[in-house]
């Protein structure tokens, strides 16, 4: 790792400003946790840091606005997440997952703007999120934008962002009567990074479900949603028929990928079997407690 | 007040660890952190292939890195030392590649700079060209000898049993040991039952968390280095020969060691940071990074062919076993793991016909050491699971079938060494009892079901080895102790002050403990195989002894009445007239030992037998092959403990380390490059992986000829965890695996291939 200029701006304007969007050796840091792995590896040699530390309170601020939709800053450390009253009120999902996300150092210091920007796609939240319904702001230097999580992930660490545009907030609708759940389920060690991640939010009326949304991360290239999955569940009840019908869509249209974690033909096993358990244990799970 | 003859109440004494404080205040002394005036750090640059001729090194671009001090290759080594090559049993790893690599992550250049970060950036800007070579990576294919890794054998002339391979061409076998027991084919061909299964291990890393360190500080009268050993001794002697210098012009300090494991043992960087000081003329550093450790040594893959008969009662009356170690490119200590494993191939079993056949491989992979267990855990992996696989196919209870055959005192193990001081059946006995064996069993029901293995394990302690300890009472009483047994987390500094305390009747944390300094610290043979307790306790009690002696001769000669209690800084100013003086004790301790003869067969093999053994409790999750360790109970005979505290956290320290390997720690190889080379792709157990219930127990033995009737701790509970999970899977689902590690895939795909529905490979 060679010196670099590391610059600490305290607005979002003189932030963007600093980003050369046509020089690759200049990048915004948020947390660092993944950036500073990809330097020490010599994969990123950095001219320039922007580091976006100093942006100031409302950009990791989390706060409950009207109606219980969350606003988060994207400098908000996993861990402010993982500990806040108003997002274990709001989502606990969120919270459920934090808990066995990384490591307790990682959690410290990974922000949730930084994690969705990375677009690695074995991270836990954006499939939560994405299940959540969840929609960034993004600031640039013509404006701001909003988009959903889901349309931010392009593909493998890809993202529709250009590159001088920031993620400057999450916003989590009002989650009402959903009830949501998300497995890690990793092959090795449980610290490791997981080979699937399913995350569920649904709606139900009595044992009919109403609303779904069905989400696969890491054994794909992205997190994505199994639009089939939902429609194979939306309308019935969950009974063990309607799960197997549901995870077999599931498993027919998510591209799985083999990797060190797994080979395609065991994941494409594993999200039959956790695909139909995310949706049990999501309508086992009141909306509104942990 | 206590006499001198009376117990000082220090042995059983479960006292916090000597430097515990130190350690989690920061305050500790590691080789990693350390610095010199003046000091320069380096950065290798690795091979790419696999093997291959080196073409050309290419270094200008570094060398005009700014701040890049010197960049070197094996030339400019080659001034320096003319013949750079180490290791404990051959003379076979040269200090940067010499002409040929022979793994990828050999080091080929340095880069030398005060900036850590300067170095790094230069060694990524210099570029090799290979002609690239055949390359062998699997044992049992090495064996075959068409791939050749080496042209020429090179043994070091340091043990007596590889001399005959000197200078043999065409092989890749560094060491075949071979041991005949009555005869087995006889055996085989009237025996009513016979088994044959054959099991691997995999390819797996020490991973301390401190990562191997050396300085350099070379002078022409002399050279100091720092660093992160497991054997301050042996790096003495192999630096004093790489410089053809008597030792005591070589000086080698080693702070504490964040971790070994085995990895740090022998010669690992000290000879590069010895050669990078000749050249540059300044302390030199070489620090490794965590990624490092998948390029420097790991735990030997094996493959395990085994073979048993049974007769119409059950007992095993002939056990034939071949097993191949992938060593990697250089041999490291892999030919006295081949060995000394080798004695106890066939496990802890009276068997009347053995036929053991262990060879030593040389792979274009990194070399492979000791790791927690030399060698023995591969045995048991295999010799555990074959035994239980034989139980179930002759519809025996697996615990009734193996106290049928099981080795007893007094009875002769395979070498024909007569078993002493083990405890066995007891281990075996508590693991039943703890287990409830012989009660019924909640199956589980649904998708989880349930099961429960055990497994036990029979070690003969590398022999034979020397330790010394010196012993120095001041004139005010206080007391010093000097050895070189590195303590690396095991505890070892406070369980020698123990001993000392014990005999000298004063407290052990009024003892100290000098840092290991070859210049002030006598030999030992190296911190390795659970043999310093037992070995370098021996010494160091007769060290103690001989001090309490030469006290007890000083009170005579004062005139001191019989009993007496005066204080010793009364004795030493009424001797020498003011507060001056020494009494100094030295205890030299190495144990008897026959070499094998030309069947592998002595009477007398170890000064001690390990015996330990795992069960565990699992629950398997049928529908995605999830194993989960709920209930692990590791026992062992440790002789009688020290520290009993200390030997419970040696226990499932190792027991954890083991989980990792048996479960899910693996390097995956393509070709030749590792593909997993970091810890975010390399995982060891986590808090999370802890079975939330473990139990260890330490069985009420007394080692007679230990000191204080103790023996060695560190490696036991590595020995049959992984075998207990195999074992137990097959209880739980019918299902048997016989490739470490146990995945949660691998446990899917025996599931599926039971149920005749293949898993496809894609």
């Given at each position: 790792m060679m010196a670099f200029e590391l610059l600490e701006p305290a607005s979002l304007k003189d932030a963007i400003a600093l980003i050369d969007p046509d020089d690759p050796e200049v990048r915004p840091i948020a947390g660092g946790t993944a950036l500073m792995l990809m330097m020490k590896a010599g994969v990123f040699r950095p001219r320039r840091l922007v580091s976006l530390r100093?942006?100031?309170?409302?950009?990791?601020?989390?706060?409950?606005?009207?109606?219980?939709?969350?606003?988060?800053?994207?400098?908000?450390?996993?861990?402010?997440?993982?500990?806040?009253?108003?997002?274990?009120?709001?989502?606990p999902v969120i919270v459920r997952t934090l808990r066995r996300l990384s490591n307790v150092r990682v959690r410290n210091v990974a922000t949730i703007g930084g994690a969705l920007a990375h677009a690695d796609p074995h991270m836990d939240l954006p499939p939560v999120l994405i299940a959540l319904g969840a929609t960034i702001s993004v600031a640039g230097p013509d404006g701001e934008r909003t988009m959903g999580v889901e349309e931010l992930l392009t593909g493998y660490y890809e993202t529709s962002l250009a590159k001088n545009e920031l993620i400057t907030q999450l916003h989590i609708p009002a989650q009402g009567e959903a009830r949501a759940a998300y497995f890690k389920v990793t092959s090795g060690s449980a610290d490791d990074w997981p080979s699937l991640g399913v995350a569920v939010a649904l709606r139900a009326e009595g044992t009919i479900v109403k609303s779904a949304r069905i989400v696969v991360s890491a054994a794909t290239a992205k997190a994505t949603r199994l639009k089939a999955?939902?429609?194979?569940?939306?309308?019935?009840?969950?009974?063990?028929?309607?799960?197997?019908?549901?995870?077999?869509?599931?498993?027919?249209?998510?591209?799985?990928?083999?990797?060190?974690?797994?080979?395609?033909?065991?994941?494409?096993?594993?999200?039959?079997?956790?695909?139909?358990?995310?949706?049990?244990?999501?309508?086992?799970?009141?909306?509104?407690?942990? | 007040m206590a006499t001198a003859?009376?117990?000082?109440?220090?042995?059983?004494?479960?006292?916090?660890?000597?430097?515990?404080?130190?350690?989690?205040?920061?305050?500790?002394?590691?080789?990693?952190?350390?610095q010199l005036p003046g000091m320069l750090h380096a950065k290798i640059f690795r091979s790419t292939v696999a093997h291959g001729r080196i073409k050309s090194v290419d270094t200008s671009a570094?060398?005009?890195?700014?701040?890049?001090?010197?960049?070197?290759?094996?030339?400019?080594?080659?001034?320096?030392?003319?013949?750079?090559?180490?290791?404990?049993?051959?003379?076979?790893?040269?200090?940067?590649?010499?002409?040929?690599?022979?793994?990828?992550?050999?080091?080929?250049?340095?880069v030398l700079a005060s900036d850590p970060h300067v170095?790094?950036?230069?060694?990524?800007?210099?570029?090799?060209?290979?002609?690239?070579?055949p390359a062998v990576f699997d044992e049992v294919e090495a064996a075959e000898n068409k791939t050749l890794v080496h042209a020429e054998l090179k043994p070091a002339g340091t043990f007596a049993d590889l001399k005959h391979l000197k200078g043999r061409k065409g092989t890749n076998i560094a060491l075949d040991f071979g041991l005949r027991r009555g005869d087995v084919d006889k055996a085989f061909a009237s025996a009513p039952h016979v088994f044959e299964h054959t099991f691997r291990t995999q390819k797996v890393l020490h991973l301390p968390l401190e990562p191997h360190a050396s300085i350099a500080d070379y002078r022409d009268d002399g050279v100091t280095i720092y660093s992160s050993a497991q054997g301050p001794s042996f790096v003495r002697t192999e630096i004093a020969r790489l410089l053809g210098w008597p030792e005591n012009r070589v000086r080698i300090k080693v702070p504490y060691l964040g971790g070994g494991y085995g990895g740090k043992l022998y010669i690992k960087l000290e000879a590069l940071a010895l050669a990078m000081s000749m050249l540059a003329r300044r302390p030199v550093k070489i620090a490794h990074t965590m990624e490092e450790h998948f390029y420097t040594i790991t735990k030997h893959p094996t493959t395990f062919r085994i073979k048993s008969g049974v007769d119409q009662d059950g007992r095993i009356t002939a056990r034939k076993c071949e097993v191949w170690w992938n060593g990697g490119a250089y041999a490291d200590i892999g030919p006295r793991v081949t060995q000394k494993s080798g004695f106890t191939a066939s496990g802890p079993y009276d068997i009347d016909n053995v036929s053991i056949d262990s060879y030593a491989l040389y792979t274009n992979l990194t070399p492979a050491g000791a790791l927690r267990g030399f060698g023995i855990p591969q045995?048991?992996?295999?010799?555990?699971?074959?035994?239980?696989?034989?139980a179930r196919a002759l519809k025996r209870d697996p615990l009734e079938f193996r106290k049928q055959n099981l080795l007893r005192d007094g009875q002769p193990q395979a070498t024909g060494t007569i078993l002493k001081d083990t405890a066995i059946e007891k281990v075996l006995d508590r693991i039943a009892e703890r287990l409830n064996w012989k009660r019924p069993f909640d199956r589980g029901k649904g998708a989880v079901r349930r099961g429960r293995g055990f497994a036990v394990a029979l070690k003969a302690v590398i022999s034979p080895t020397t330790s010394v300890a010196i012993v120095n009472v001041s004139a005010d009483g206080s007391t010093t102790l000097y050895c070189g047994t590195v303590d690396m987390g095991q505890g070892s500094d406070t369980a020698m002050a123990q001993m000392v305390g014990e005999v000298l009747n004063m407290p052990a944390e009024s003892v100290r403990v000098v840092p290991r300094d070859t210049d002030v610290t006598p030999y030992d043979m190296g911190t390795l195989g659970s043999r310093s307790?037992?070995?370098?306790?021996?010494?160091?009690?007769?060290?103690?002894?001989?001090?309490?002696?030469?006290?007890?001769?000083?009170?005579?000669?004062?005139?001191?009445?019989?009993?007496?209690?005066?204080?010793?800084?009364?004795?030493?100013?009424?001797?020498?007239?003011?507060?001056?003086?020494?009494?100094?004790?030295?205890?030299?301790?190495?144990?008897?030992?026959?070499?094998?003869?030309?069947?592998?067969?002595?009477?007398?093999?170890?000064?001690?037998?390990?015996?330990?053994?795992?069960?565990?409790?699992?629950?398997?999750?049928?529908?995605?092959?999830?194993?989960?360790?709920?209930?692990?109970?590791?026992?062992?005979?440790?002789?009688?403990?020290?520290?009993?505290?200390?030997?419970?956290?040696?226990?499932?320290?190792?027991?954890?380390?083991?989980?990792?390997?048996?479960?899910?720690?693996?390097?995956?190889?393509?070709?030749?490059?590792v593909t997993n080379a970091s810890l975010a792709d390399y995982k060891?157990?986590?808090?999370?992986?802890?079975?939330?219930?473990?139990?260890?127990?330490?069985?009420?033995?007394?080692?007679?000829?230990?000191?204080?009737?103790?023996?060695?701790?560190?490696?036991?509970?590595?020995?049959?965890?992984?075998?207990?999970?195999?074992?137990?899977?097959?209880?739980?689902?019918?299902?048997?695996?016989?490739?470490?590690?146990?995945?949660?895939?691998?446990?899917?795909?025996?599931?599926?291939?039971?149920?005749?529905k293949p898993l496809g490979d894609e």
């Open positions: 100093k942006l100031g309170e409302a950009f990791t601020c989390i706060a409950a606005v009207s109606a219980g939709e969350l606003t988060i800053g994207a400098m908000a450390p996993l861990s402010a997440l993982e500990h806040s009253p108003v997002v274990a009120r709001g989502a999955a939902e429609a194979a569940l939306i309308g019935a009840g969950a009974d063990d028929k309607t799960l197997k019908k549901m995870a077999d869509a599931a498993v027919d249209e998510a591209d799985i990928i083999a990797d060190l974690r797994g080979s395609a033909s065991y994941k494409r096993e594993l999200l039959r079997v956790y695909a139909a358990r995310a949706v049990r244990s999501a309508m086992q799970t009141s909306g509104a407690s942990l | 003859t009376l117990s000082g109440g220090q042995i059983g004494r479960s006292l916090p660890r000597l430097e515990g404080r130190d350690k989690v205040t920061g305050r500790a002394e590691y080789t990693h952190l350390m570094a060398r005009k890195v700014p701040g890049v001090y010197a960049v070197y290759t094996s030339d400019d080594v080659l001034n320096v030392i003319a013949e750079p090559y180490y290791g404990p049993a051959f003379h076979d790893q040269p200090i940067l590649a010499i002409g040929k690599v022979h793994f990828v992550g050999e080091p080929v250049a340095v170095a790094d950036q230069a060694a990524q800007q210099i570029v090799a060209e290979y002609e690239e070579l045995l048991v992996w295999a010799y555990e699971s074959h035994t239980d696989m034989i307790l037992f070995h370098m306790g021996l010494a160091v009690r007769l060290a103690a002894e001989e001090a309490r002696a030469k006290i007890g001769d000083l009170r005579r000669e004062l005139g001191e009445p019989e009993g007496s209690n005066a204080p010793l800084a009364d004795l030493f100013r009424k001797k020498y007239g003011m507060q001056a003086g020494n009494i100094v004790g030295t205890g030299i301790y190495k144990p008897d030992y026959i070499p094998p003869d030309a069947n592998g067969l002595t009477t007398n093999v170890t000064p001690f037998w390990m015996v330990a053994g795992s069960g565990v409790e699992i629950e398997v999750d049928t529908e995605t092959g999830h194993v989960r360790i709920s209930r692990l109970i590791n026992v062992a005979d440790v002789g009688k403990p020290i520290n009993p505290k200390i030997v419970e956290t040696q226990l499932s320290g190792a027991s954890l380390m083991q989980l990792g390997f048996s479960m899910f720690e693996k390097m995956h190889i393509d070709g030749g490059q060891i157990p986590g808090m999370h992986d802890v079975p939330p219930v473990m139990e260890n127990e330490i069985v009420d033995t007394y080692q007679t000829n230990g000191p204080f009737g103790a023996k060695g701790v560190g490696e036991l509970a590595t020995f049959g965890l992984s075998p207990a999970i195999a074992n137990a899977i097959d209880d739980a689902v019918g299902v048997r695996l016989t490739e470490l590690p146990l995945t949660a895939e691998a446990v899917f795909r025996a599931l599926r291939a039971k149920d005749n």
